[in-house]
């Protein structure tokens, strides 16, 4: 299972889905540009953002109020937008495909 990050760049790069991290910790592990993680996945950042395909939207998790917060603080963020530390890494997002936006918040 593989999940596939967009760069601001408009490369593609696919990375091995990690049972047990976040969407954020997987990105970081394989060095995905411009995804920052500064709080370590605490939802206390924001620099963790990406915008989610619209296919896998309703797919994911639902925003807790926490991320909610977070999101709603930055101006910018996209109907799309999700925290990527708030995503558990599961093989039921194999295909997951997400943008990186061009600057964290
Ligand atoms: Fe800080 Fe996601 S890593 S909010």
Redesign the pocket.
């Known amino acids: 299972p593989a999940v596939t990050f967009v760069l601001a760049s408009g490369a593609i790069q696919e990375v091995p889905l990690t049972e047990g991290s976040?969407l954020?910790e997987i990105a970081k592990m394989h060095a995905v540009p411009g995804i920052?993680?500064?709080?370590?996945?605490?939802?206390?950042?924001?620099?963790?953002?990406v915008i989610v395909d619209e296919a896998w939207r309703n797919r994911l998790p639902p925003i807790t109020s926490a991320?909610a917060q977070?999101l709603a603080i930055h101006a910018g963020a996209d109907p799309g937008s999700r925290?990527?530390?708030?995503i558990p890494a599961t093989a039921a997002l194999d295909g997951l495909r997400v943008r990186v936006p061009d600057h964290q918040f």
Do not use: F, V, Y
Request: hydrophobic share 25%; charged share 15%; net charge negative.
């Open positions: 976040s954020m920052d993680g500064d709080c370590g996945g605490c939802c206390a950042c924001g620099t963790c953002h991320e977070m925290l990527a530390c708030q």
